[in-house]
């Protein structure tokens, strides 16, 4: 039923992207970087996210006629699974989605006005989630939202809202909104609250698309997690070897003791399964249903890859993985933070259940 | 030649009409569990059916037994094997290892010699390694082998062989030098004979009630010394050659298949019909929920096994999933075997032959089955350090 999901198909424009956005993420985010953005209130560079736009990465999933490149949201993996390798921080996931629900659930005129900017540069993101904490995105009372990520640094807001009793999509100006930063577990990240102002109806998304466009933000905002998630496991994997290669005790380097070797072996493979669960849901998530059960089975598997290869991280680090100078930390919180938005591993698998059983 | 695709076709309508149904007693569902004289005959007799008709060993040359055909055929033909789960081939360490071994490394006179009788199933093959001592720890292999003229004599004992009642041959690992500078100079690797005069085996009773391996005893056992494979005191190197055959890290098995894979969705069909708390398992949340992860895993394997086809998706670590996928498939058939028997509940008490059990105790038995894999041809723990040292480039456990 399921084996022909395993299938992954790689374009050369692909292996490119991929090679270039590894090059780039390595070259631009340095941990040294990554760890002074924590203290920046923006999060991210600009001048990066001006290259980001000069190679064209905001407009790969945008049609050519709309501004962008006209290529498949599978060619956007490659590139958040760079950034999810090296914690690079940006608006990237948060004006993709932006994009995709403007794309799928807007009007012409909507898409005319913000598509083009969207693909050049302008950022853009989703307010979905409410205090709540339902991950049901239609489950709102568009009063206040939540975790609206790099909203400060953002143009445009699309939000859900209660009009009529039903549940909308809507596009909101920044400057209508008045915010205050979140405290979030991902540092890297900047996270935003806001009380939801009285909707103009001309921000209102066309109501007959509403649910096509929650459904292709859910879709889209899995498999962009998937990538970033198991970019990181990855990356965490490699950072506890080289550790494990370097770090001397009772007089042996520690990668010896195979309390710590089979764990980290065990991590590998949870990392290596996520990768290849990835590109298999880059491959068919266009497919109806079958998107669906490809992208939230590479997000559950990566989630909980990540989790483990940076709980041990800690552990193995002895007491420097107890401190803030420790990477590992960094990468344990990428997971927590990540289980909190569009459902953590068993939401997932709830849902995959009602799928395939 | 005929194309892969009529080739797949001819196979497909082969088995259709061929593959053996309602056989009348339990077959094995890997190679390690020959336990009767009942299960031996009928698999050796259906080995030889598939190999008379074409689709055994198509791809090794027809100077010795092979179709001459390729790889390629050989891959359709064992995959409509698969589509039609057909019982397992018997000689799974002739068909899987040895008969690799001879064909890429050995002579002339034994490629004619042995490689035939393998595909056919006439001579069935095992493998001396493991010692009641020496398991995990090959390398220190303590059977002798006293070069006397043209003879070796054997003295010494062999454990766990699959097998081992029914070979005509064993690929045997013996010490030839007690003073070699280290343990793995002293070895040497012999193609030896089994059916002689000083050799004799005791099957074992496996934890499932069953039986599928012996021990193996030498006592002044004399085999030819033409029968050595390779230079005396190379076995090592020879032997670690078998193993990645063994693993799967190295191909030119004749394929078919040895051991049946455990399919998650034949989980998720036992869920329908097992009952737990008097409701259909599969309504049960924890249930559904652990359902879900085992066939996500599942799914990650084979979604490994389709990537590691993708050179620029693997270049930073070409071997890592190749490496990895003996550990990977058998710990999770091994847990989908415990899966199983928590979907049964209360009945999940009951074994084999009993009335009130489950398909006939079909999942007590394939989880404790489940054991000779992920033990059998290196332990798990052995797999993760090799992975660990080979692949992450951790030091050596010492
Ligand atoms: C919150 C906190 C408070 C502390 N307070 C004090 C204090 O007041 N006074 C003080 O003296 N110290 C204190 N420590 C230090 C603590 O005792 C050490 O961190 C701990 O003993 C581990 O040593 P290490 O950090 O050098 O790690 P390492 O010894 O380098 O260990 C690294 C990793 O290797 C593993 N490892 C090491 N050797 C082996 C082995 N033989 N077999 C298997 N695994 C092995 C460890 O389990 C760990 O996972 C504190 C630490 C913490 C986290
Ligand atoms: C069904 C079945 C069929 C078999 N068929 C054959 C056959 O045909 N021919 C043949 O030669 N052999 C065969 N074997 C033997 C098999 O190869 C050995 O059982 C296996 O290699 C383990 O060796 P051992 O039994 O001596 O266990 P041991 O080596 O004694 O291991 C005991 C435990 O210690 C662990 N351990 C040992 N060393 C290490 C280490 N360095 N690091 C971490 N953990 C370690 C092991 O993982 C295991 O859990 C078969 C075994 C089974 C179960």
Known sequence: ?357 | MISVEDFAAQADAWFAEHTPRGVPFMLPLTFMEVGTDEQFDFLRDWQNQVYRAGYLGAHWPTDYGGGGLTQKHQDAATRVMRKYNVPIMLNAIGIGWAGPLILDTGTEDEKRKYLPGILSADDIWCQGFSEPDNGSDLGNAQLKAVRDGDEYVLNGSKTWTTQGNYAKYMILLARTDFDAPNKYAGLSFFLAPMRIPGVETTKIRKLTGEYGFTQTFFTDARIPADTLMGQEGEGWKVAMRTLEYERGARGGQAGGYTISQTDPLEVVGLAKRATRNGQPALEDPVMRDRLMAQMIEGQAMMANRERAKIMPLVMERPFALPMLSKLQFTEYARETGELALELEGAQSGYYVGEAGSREDGYWQRSYLNAFSATIGGGTSQIQRNIVGEHVLGLPKTR
Not at chain 1, 25 to 36: L, M, Q
Not at chain 1, 62 to 70: F, M, S
Not at chain 1, 93 to 104: D, G, N, P, W, Y
Not at chain 1, 141 to 168: C, M, P, S, W, Y
Request: glycine fraction near 8%; hydrophobic fraction near 45%.
């Open chain 1, 1 to 357: 039923m399921t084996a022909h999901l395993a299938k992954i198909a790689l374009t050369e424009m692909q292996a490119e992207l991929r090679d270039q956005a590894m090059k780039f993420c390595g070259e631009k985010s340095p941990v040294s970087k990554v760890r002074a953005l924590l203290e920046d209130e923006r999060g991210y560079d600009e001048a990066v996210w001006a290259e980001m736009a000069e190679l064209g990465w905001l407009g790969i999933a945008i049609p050519e006629d709309q501004g962008g490149l006209g290529l498949e949201l599978a060619d956007v993996v490659p590139i958040a699974e760079a950034m999810g390798k090296h914690l690079m921080n940006s608006p990237y996931a948060s004006t993709t989605l932006a994009a995709q629900a403007i794309l799928h659930g807007g009007s012409d005129a909507q898409k005319a006005e913000w598509l083009p900017k969207l693909s050049s540069g302008t950022v853009a993101t989703v307010a979905l989630f409410e205090p709540s904490g339902a991950w049901e995105l239609d489950a709102v009372t568009g009063e206040t939202k939540t975790f609206v990520l790099n909203l400060n640094a953002a143009e445009i807001v699309v939000t859900t809202v209660k009009h009529d009793g039903q549940t909308r999509l809507a596009l909101i100006p920044r400057d209508t909104i008045e915010a205050r930063r979140e405290t979030i577990i991902d540092e890297t990240k900047r996270s935003y609250r806001f009380d939801v102002p009285e909707i103009d109806a001309i921000w209102l998304m066309p109501a007959e698309l509403t649910s096509a466009a929650l459904d292709r933000i859910e879709l889209v905002a899995n498999l962009l997690q998937a990538a970033e998630l198991s970019g990181a496991a990855m990356a965490c994997v490699d950072y506890t070897v080289d550790y494990l290669k370097t770090r001397k005790q009772f007089g042996k380097v520690i990668g010896a003791f195979q309390a710590l070797k089979h764990p980290t072996v065990d991590a590998f493979m949870g990392a290596e399964g996520a990768r290849s669960l990835l590109y298999a849901a880059a491959t068919h998530v266009e497919r109806q249903g079958e998107g669906e059960i490809a992208v939230r089975m590479a997000n559950a598997k990566a989630g909980g890859a990540l989790s483990y290869a940076a709980d041990r991280s800690i552990q193995f680090h002895g007491g420097f993985g107890f401190t803030y100078d420790c990477d590992a930390q960094l990468y344990r919180r990428v997971a927590m933070f990540a289980a909190s938005q569009f459902g953590d591993a068993a939401f997932h698998r709830a849902r995959l259940a009602e799928l395939l059983l």
